[in-house]
């Protein structure tokens, strides 16, 4: 049995209205927007020894790459890809029956893929039993026929080898809009066979031309996941900017693995963790998104409407003192994937209401994304 048998629009599919699909998968069907956790936040889980689960009906596995070395390293070297598979297939298995689980391997946006690169992607997903395989881009700036042709050989491939999983080609936000436009073309014509859509996500503000392609695309049944998504911006823009995604027809986010820093960063205390606000939808720091009262607001199984001493308290004891910060921050991470599901639950009422334009009005962080494209729109005639 397939794992995804089906994809409609249920609501919405106007251009910058959002839209709500559902997805009718071999567990249940869930509808969109929602969040998607990953390994990121699963191993913020596992640090802190937290064990009350997500009912995210959907789980990415991310590895990151830092370099074409990292990569060829998995069909050059003998155990590298036998290694992989196991730390793969290990979590893999954690959701099993329980999630619909993908994969995304995160990869510079400067990097070429040579064929064998993909093929090695594939068999390490079709081997470590994902319900939904990724077919990676070959590069940002390959050429339209070279993508089809990417497309058409590993979509054939992976038939051949299991016909029951669903594919989830993937293209890049971050490329010149005339290209993506013409890759989402292609895609488009394979409506209610291929159910899937994979982005990698881009800023926002660079590559807004692109996400208003998507937008354009919107009135089609394809489920569309963006993955590495970054938070926010910058700690001066720290705008919650993949709740802003659901504007342009992405009906799915996860978050990307960050780059380790060079050097351990100093330590300022843990009131100074970022931490996802529902009310604003951004990412103040815990300490200033506490109520008067000094407790935090979310009642999630993170939180518990605890204070920033109560947060403490529960991580302490689980390492050295002067790793108390980064503890309070798997602790938020954890936080956000529960409050992010939630608004997402709210924002796809407000789509079901034809309201969404008035919910980003209302929300600090969602504020810069709305307006400039409803111009943008007229200037183009739409």
């Known amino acids: 049995m397939k794992s995804i048998n089906k994809v409609r629009i249920s609501n919405g599919g106007e251009q910058l209205q959002g839209r709500v699909i559902k997805v009718n998968t071999s567990i249940e069907s869930f509808e969109t927007p929602t969040r998607v956790p990953t390994t990121t936040e699963n191993n913020a889980k596992i640090r802190i020894h937290f064990d009350e689960p997500w009912d995210n009906l959907v789980f990415e596995v991310t590895n990151r790459f830092n370099s074409e070395d990292q990569i060829r390293k998995l069909h050059r070297k003998n155990g590298s890809f036998a290694n992989k598979r196991r730390e793969i297939t290990a979590q893999v298995d954690k959701f099993r029956g329980y999630s619909i689980t993908k994969y995304n391997p995160q990869i510079p946006h400067g990097v070429k893929l040579a064929t064998r690169d993909i093929r090695t992607f594939i068999d390490l997903q079709l081997e470590s039993g994902f319900d939904i395989i990724s077919i990676p881009e070959p590069s940002p700036i390959s050429s339209i026929n070279t993508f089809q042709t990417n497309l058409k050989k590993f979509w054939d491939y992976i038939s051949n080898v299991n016909p029951d999983v669903v594919i989830m080609p993937y293209i890049s936000l971050k490329q010149e809009n005339e290209t993506f436009e013409s890759k989402l073309k292609i895609l488009s014509e394979y409506e209610h066979t291929l159910h899937c859509i994979g982005i990698r996500f881009a800023s926002p503000q660079e590559y807004r031309p692109n996400l208003l392609s998507l937008a354009e695309f919107s009135s089609q049944d394809f489920w569309v996941h963006c993955s590495s998504g970054r938070r926010y911006a910058n700690w001066r823009q720290p705008n919650a900017q993949l709740h802003a995604l659901q504007r342009f027809g992405i009906d799915t986010v996860s ?55 109560d947060i403490v308290s529960k991580v302490e004891s689980l390492g050295p003192r002067d790793e108390i910060q980064l503890r309070v921050n798997d602790m938020s991470k954890i936080h956000e994937v529960y409050a992010s599901t939630e608004e997402f639950e709210v924002s796809r009422k407000r789509i079901k209401e034809n309201s969404l334009n008035e919910y980003f009005r209302r929300k600090e962080g969602l504020r810069p994304f709305i307006g400039r494209e409803e111009e943008q729109t007229k200037l183009n005639g739409f």
């Open 255 to 309: 978050v990307e693995v960050p780059q380790p820093p060079i050097k351990r960063p100093k330590q300022s205390g843990p009131g100074q963790v970022r931490y996802f606000d529902r009310k604003t939808i951004m990412f103040p720091h815990i300490q200033d998104a506490l109520g008067r009262d000094g407790h935090l607001s979310c009642n999630c199984p993170a939180c518990l409407k605890g204070t920033l001493e």
